[in-house]
Structure formats: C-alpha cells, structure tokens
C-alpha cells in the first residue's frame, strides 16, 4: 500500500474496486475447481482455527451488516430532531427510555456497536450510547423470544436477564454520565467526527452518502470482526472447555466458569440462550443467568468491536461494572432459588 | 486523497463483499450448514443478499473520492473526514502525512498539553501512532487470512481432536430438544429406531434405572474418538448456533468380545472415520466407567462422512 497521491481521472477511479471485485471472483474461481467439501490436507489444529473463525464472521457479519444499515438509518436518513424530540428531558428518564429502543431496532451485540456510533453522531452523549450499548443486546424482542424458547417464561432466568439488563445498563450509563469529563472516553478520532457531524448540513445526496457510510462503517468493523472471530477460535482451540464446565455444581465457581464461558465462545446474544439450555442440567439457574448476562456485553469479539469506537480505559470501567454486576447477580439466584 | 486513504475502506467493503457472496454461495451448494445452525440460514441470506449491493455501492463511492466531503465545507474539516481515520485497534494502516489524521492529533496533543504533559506528549503521541500502524497492519492481515481461507479452503467439519478437548465424556450436555421420557422406554411401544447419538446419549445420562435400556438395539452413525482398547465413542457434534459453540455427544461403543481395556483393538477405526455402528444397547463391563450403558457392537462399518455431519 504505497501512498502515490493519484489523480482522479475517470479511468483511475474504478481500478480500486475493479481489483477487489477481481480478487473476489479469482480466489471464488479457484474453490470452484476444487472439491466442494472435505479435508485440506491441514494439520486438525489450523483446520479446526479456520473453521470457528469462519463459522464467527458467518454467523456475526448479518448482525454487523443490520447493525450498519440501522445506524445509516439513524444518521441520514431519519430527520433531525425526530428521536430527539420523543425522548424525555431528564437525563434519568431519558436514559432508561433509551436503554429500550433496542425494543425498535432489534441490534444484538455487534449490530449494537456501529448503531450506537451512528447515535453518537446524531448528538447523543456517550452516556446515552453507552445505555442503549449495553441494554440493546439483551432488551430485544428476538433476544426475548429465543430465551424464552430456551428456557420458558416461568422460573427466573427470563424475568432476571431482562430485568438485570435493564438495570446494568441504566447503572453504567449513570456511571459514565457521572464521568468528570465522558467524551475522553471515547478514542479522540471518534470524537472529533462526532463533534464535527453534529450541527453540519445534510449531504445533499442521501444515497453517495448513506453508500459512502457504510464503506466507512465497514472499513472500522470488519478489520474488528476478524480480529475478534480470530481470538475466540484460537481460545477455543487451545483452551479445552472440559475445564470448565467440570465445575458445574459449585454454587460459587460454577458462576465464574459460565461467565468465564460467555466471554470466551463469543456467541451472539439472539442464540446463546440456546447453547447455555445445554448446560442447564448440570448449572444452577444462577450461573446460567450470569452467562446470558454478561455473554452479549463482555467477550473477546465484543472488546475488539467497542475498541473501534472506545478507549481501553472505558471497557477496562465497563468491564468491571458488569463482571461485578453480574457475578452479584448470579451468586444471589444460586443462594436463594 | 492518496490511494492508501482508501485502503481501509476496500479492506472493509472487500472482506464484506467477499463473506456475502461466500455465504450466497455455501447456502446454494447446501453447505453453509457447517458452519451455522440451519435455524439462521434465512436471517443470514437474506442479509448477504442486502450486503452484496451495499457493498459495491460503497466501493464506487469510494473509489471516486466522495467519501463524507461536501462541496460546501468551509473549513475542510467537519464532514470531509473520512470516516476510515478512526484509530482504533481493529483500526487500519494509517498513513501519518495524511491532513486530517494530523489535524486530529494536533487536537488531542493540544487537550494532553492543556492537562499539563508538555515534553512526552509529542514523542508519546508519535509512539502510539507507530503502535497503531502496526495494529493496524495486523488486523488488515487476519481479515485478509480468514477471508481468503474462507474463500479459497473448501469447507469442513471440526475435528475428533476438538471433540476430545470438548470432553466427549462429560454428562453436560442435556437433552435440549425434549427426548421421550426414559420411563416409557420401558414399554413396549416407543419407536426408538430414528434416534441419533444425542437422544441416546441424553437418555443414558438422564436413565437411573439402566435395565430398562439393556437389550435395545440401534444403528447409529457418528464419527470415532478412541478409547481405552477395543472401545470407542460414537460421537457427533451438536449445533445450537454455530460452530463455535459445538458441544460433542458421544456412546461409548464396544466391539470385539467386549472385554474393555484387555481386547486387541483390532476392530476400532481410526480417530476421526465416520461409521456406522450396529448393535445393542448393553450394560459397561468397565465398572469403573461413570456411564453405564454402552453398545455392544455387531458391526461397525467405515462410511462417508455424511452430507450433515451436525446434529442440532
């Protein structure tokens, strides 16, 4: 990647894109002459790495592309001072109304992240952003549904991972407003945009611009995505799980190792209600919750996203509040249910 | 706009565009469920299918230098940002002679400099950035690596050494799809005859009272994780989501004259070989074992490995 300063000429423009739709089509051209499935030839442990990698970008990049969508939306589409106007003055208030807009748009972990960039740049505080970041994954409708698929809308689970999403991300969003100075959270390229897109005209062309967003958009999470799928395939392969689920029946450990779990499968919050109903025969109802409590908040993937938009000192605080949060929470259900 | 500005751009929409139509093209030969739950595949598609267009969208406003500028930006500041100068860790090679980049970090030197860190401030801020290329350089390379496997290595399962790590033995996993209740196998009049490795083995584990199991007979196909002598466990993996969180079920299987660890192991397949396995449910003749029932083996024949090697 040299830096020769070209011209735009018409011809140059396109040679861009004509390289990467080309490298595209090739690498497709070359599977296309090779047998469909089966085995490389790889040693297990490469195969097996590639595999889960691949299987996280596959299973994350519909999320991440919705979540984008969603943020264009918010951003250029959806008129100044609309969502602004139907949400309470107070900041309290305010917050806790955010906190449920994932009610509306239903963004799972990874989605939430570039929708609460395009929050952000619309005006919200990171306060605000950082509530609706931290509720959105958990207080959704599909999240709702699935866990209730999983594990009934009887017993707790349901009734404390909604209720405990709610509060954690009104007490971090409480937190972060009370932060002596919260925009240094955020990484300073990040805020000057936001300080720069708030107040400035309107692009004239929605569509260049909302195309122009998501190659930019793409540009911050994807490089994220894959970085992420690439540390939580090379934990699971060299981490055997075996350890840790062999501590299910321990009130207080078995809390540790299904959160230990949750930040490192990486799992998206729409499904892994139904990977943790696996679990649920041999740990208490309370390690369950606390895995589907911290899983869509905190886990490899998840910092290697927020770290497009975050300073490390903010997910070092966002990680405490609620690995502490939701070990309280966990403990309490394992003593008392 | 030098080319290089661009880079992280084409890396994003490119590794996006090259997933989607990947995805397009795993669901059309029918194997993207090696990686995803089939539950996901219409969710999936459906977005590949939105990410296709977007994505070459994004390419050409891009390429012709459109990015976020506006015509009438006074300042060629505010909105002319590329939105690609975002510094974070998944962040992207950045180029430091770069105008608006360098305008930021003025900015943030100047904030540091207020808070009183005049000297290191200057050095501190060049070092970080260096920090920043370089991780930059190595999340551009990992999106390219997983990209290009995913494009160019046909797809395959995950491998009997994952199983084994996954703890094939350990009783974790439950029967999550509502297996028929152990108590009316005792009759005569449950159909057993489509259950896989995960409704037995979730039966065996849930089972106290093993005599009602004994004497059931199975054919099962699932791949081999050795054992101690001449017995094996008949295993599959088990997909909620996606592969990642894959939790391998097993039977223990015995062949030969069922004498545990003494037999010669002449009969048990290689790690990792599909087969599939006829026989009868029978109780462990290792005492020491913690499950109970394992199958004793009439047959065990090498197969394919079959065109859904998940269960779900």
């Given at each position: 990647m040299t830096s020769a300063p070209t011209r735009p000429t018409p011809t140059r423009t396109l040679t861009g894109p004509g390289l990467v739709l080309l490298a595209v089509v090739v690498l497709l051209g070359v599977r296309a002459f090779s047998p469909s499935v089966g085995s490389t030839g790889l040693p297990d442990v490469v195969q097996d790495f590639l595999t889960l990698a691949i299987s996280v970008v596959v299973e994350s990049l519909p999320f991440v592309v919705l979540g984008i969508v969603l943020s264009i939306v918010v951003e250029v589409w959806v008129p100044v001072g609309v969502l602004e106007r139907l949400l309470p003055e107070r900041p309290m208030p305010r917050r806790a109304v955010i906190s449920l807009i994932g009610m509306l748009f239903p963004v799972c972990e990874c989605g939430n992240v570039p929708l609460a960039r395009g929050l952000m740049l619309r005006g919200f505080t990171p306060a605000e952003a950082v509530t609706f970041l931290v509720a959105a994954p958990i207080l959704n409708p599909l999240v709702i549904i699935s866990t209730a698929q999983a594990f009934g809308w009887s017993g707790w689970i349901l009734v404390v991972r909604i209720v405990g999403g709610f509060v954690l991300a009104n007490l971090v969003g409480w937190i972060v407003a009370a932060h002596r100075r919260p925009a240094d959270l955020l990484l300073p390229a990040f805020e000057a945009r936001c300080r720069a897109a708030v107040g400035a005209p309107r692009s004239r062309n929605r569509w260049r611009e909302s195309a122009a967003q998501f190659g930019g958009e793409t540009a911050t999470m994807m490089?994220?995505?894959?970085?992420?799928?690439?540390?939580?395939?090379?934990?699971?392969?060299?981490?055997?799980?075996?350890?840790?689920?062999?501590?299910?029946?321990?009130?207080?450990?078995?809390?540790?190792?299904?959160?230990?779990l949750a930040m490192t499968v990486s799992l998206c919050s729409n499904v892994d209600a139904f990977f943790a109903l696996s679990f649920a025969s041999t740990f208490l109802p309370g390690s369950i919750t606390a895995f589907l409590l911290i899983g869509p908040i905190i886990d490899v993937k998840m910092i290697a996203l927020l770290r497009t938009t975050f300073r490390a000192r903010f997910l070092v605080l966002l990680a405490v509040v609620c690995v502490l949060f939701t070990a309280a929470v966990g403990l309490v259900m394992n003593v008392l249910v | 706009m030098s080319s290089s500005d661009k880079a992280p751009?084409?890396?994003?929409?490119?590794?996006?565009?090259?997933?989607?139509?990947?995805?397009?093209?795993?669901?059309?030969?029918?194997?993207?469920?090696?990686?995803?739950?089939?539950?996901?595949?219409?969710?999936?598609?459906?977005?590949?299918?939105?990410?296709?267009?977007?994505?070459?969208?994004?390419?050409?406003?891009?390429?012709?230098?459109?990015?976020?500028?506006?015509?009438?930006?006074?300042?060629?500041?505010?909105?002319?940002?590329?939105?690609?100068?975002?510094?974070?860790?998944?962040?992207?090679?950045?180029?430091?002679?770069?105008?608006?980049?360098?305008?930021?970090?003025?900015?943030?030197?100047?904030?540091?400099?207020?808070?009183?860190?005049?000297?290191?401030?200057?050095?501190?801020?060049?070092?970080?950035?260096?920090?920043?290329?370089?991780?930059?350089?190595?999340?551009?390379?990992?999106?390219?690596?997983?990209?290009?496997?995913?494009?160019?290595?046909?797809?395959?399962?995950?491998?009997?050494?994952?199983?084994?790590?996954?703890?094939?033995?350990?009783?974790?996993?439950?029967?999550?799809?509502?297996?028929?209740?152990?108590?009316?196998?005792?009759?005569?009049?449950?159909?057993?005859?489509?259950?896989?490795?995960?409704?037995?083995?979730?039966?065996?584990?849930?089972?106290?009272?093993?005599?009602?199991?004994?004497?059931?007979?199975?054919?099962?196909?699932?791949?081999?994780?050795?054992?101690?002598?001449?017995?094996?466990?008949?295993?599959?993996?088990?997909?909620?989501?996606?592969?990642?969180?894959?939790?391998?079920?097993?039977?223990?299987?015995?062949t030969g004259d069922g004498s545990g660890a003494g037999g010669s192991g002449s009969d048990v397949p290689d790690s990792g070989q599909w087969v599939r396995v006829t026989g009868k449910l029978a109780a462990n003749p290792d005492p020491s074992a913690e499950a109970r029932i394992v199958v004793r083996a009439a047959k065990v024949q090498d197969i394919e490995q079959p065109a859904d090697p998940y269960e779900y």
């Open positions: 490089p994220a995505l894959f970085v992420g799928a690439g540390l939580a395939a090379a934990i699971q392969v060299a981490v055997p799980r075996s350890t840790l689920v062999s501590i299910g029946a321990n009130p207080v450990l078995s809390v540790a190792a299904m959160m230990l | 751009a084409y890396l994003g929409l490119g590794s996006v565009l090259a997933v989607s139509v990947c995805t397009l093209w795993l669901a059309a030969v029918g194997h993207l469920d090696l990686y995803i739950n089939p539950r996901y595949d219409l969710f999936t598609v459906v977005l590949a299918i939105v990410a296709v267009p977007a994505s070459v969208a994004g390419l050409v406003v891009v390429a012709r230098g459109h990015g976020h500028s506006h015509g009438d930006d006074e300042d060629g500041h505010g909105r002319t940002h590329e939105p690609d100068h975002e510094h974070g860790d998944g962040g992207h090679p950045h180029e430091s002679d770069h105008e608006h980049g360098d305008s930021v970090q003025a900015r943030a030197r100047m904030r540091a400099q207020a808070r009183g860190h005049r000297a290191p401030a200057r050095s501190r801020a060049s070092a970080r950035r260096a920090t920043r290329t370089v991780l930059g350089a190595a999340a551009a390379l990992v999106t390219v690596g997983i990209t290009v496997a995913m494009l160019v290595l046909p797809p395959t399962t995950l491998s009997a050494r994952t199983a084994q790590q996954r703890s094939v033995d350990s009783p974790t996993l439950s029967n999550a799809s509502g297996t028929q209740d152990v108590a009316l196998l005792g009759s005569a009049g449950v159909d057993t005859s489509q259950y896989g490795v995960k409704d037995w083995a979730a039966l065996v584990r849930q089972t106290t009272d093993t005599s009602a199991l004994v004497g059931k007979p199975v054919e099962l196909t699932g791949f081999v994780v050795p054992g101690r002598g001449d017995a094996f466990t008949l295993t599959r993996f088990v997909i909620s989501c996606c592969a990642v969180d894959a939790q391998p079920v097993g039977l223990g299987v015995v």
